[in-house]
């Protein structure tokens, strides 16, 4: 049973433009989420993440919005670089620090 | 500052042999967790160590196993290796149960 899940296996925008990335998650229990790139044989990469108790976090080019009533959060990249191309994963945890991945986004920055 | 480290980079081994994967934590960490990465799919999680215990462990049979040493550094073996085995195996490092987890580069195991 897929907790965390994000349904589009892959993202293609033109550099500059808005990419905006989704994860969708079942579980109630969850209180943190995070969102992690990560490129070919390298470990996830840590960019952003956003409490149960917000429902927005910026961090200079990415914002991540959370809809606690929709179970639905989003990563979104302003504007968007063709270093941005990289699987994004998206993670969530109950009460500790083990993440629960969703099945990961590729995306693909066009110059 | 040294990141999370992780040796060897890659690895082949034959069906039921074993293998021993190592994992150094990012300097101020004391918590390391392991994580599997099949071609294709999400990171799953395998266990995780602190303070030398295993404190949570994910749907992993007892073929794997793990140690922490009191230096944080931590090993990950896998017995009697199963072709499925093979995959990216990925060492995150925190303090404590901090959700931002580091992570090293893997290590890619293939199985024979």
């Known amino acids: 049973d897929q907790q965390v899940k994000q349904n589009s296996p892959s993202l293609s925008v033109q550099e500059g433009r808005i990419s905006i990335l989704n994860c969708d998650y079942t579980?109630?229990?969850?209180?943190?989420f995070l969102w992690y790139k990560k490129y070919p044989a390298e470990g996830p990469t840590f960019l952003i993440s956003i409490s149960s108790i917000k429902d927005k976090n910026e961090d200079g080019r990415f914002t991540v919005f959370l809809n606690k009533s929709a179970k639905h959060l989003s990563l979104h990249i302003v504007p968007s670089q063709p270093g941005d191309s990289a699987v994004y994963f998206c993670a969530a945890s109950a009460g500790t620090n083990k993440l629960i991945f969703g099945t990961g986004t590729l995306l693909a920055v066009q110059p | 500052d040294a990141g999370v480290t992780q040796s060897p980079t890659h690895l082949i081994k034959t069906r039921g042999q074993q293998v021993t994967l190592r994992c150094s934590p990012k300097s101020g960490h004391d918590t390391v967790s392991w994580y599997q990465q099949a071609l294709g799919q999400e990171p799953q999680f395998i266990f995780q160590y602190y303070e030398e215990e295993e404190r949570q462990r994910g749907n992993f049979p007892d073929r794997f196993s793990g140690h922490q040493f009191p230096n944080y550094s931590s090993e990950l073996n896998v017995n009697a290796l199963l072709l499925g085995d093979s995959a990216l195996y990925l060492c995150a490092s925190s303090w404590r149960q901090d959700v931002k987890l580091f992570f090293g580069s893997g290590t890619q195991l293939s199985v024979l």
């Open positions: 579980n109630s229990m969850f209180d943190y």
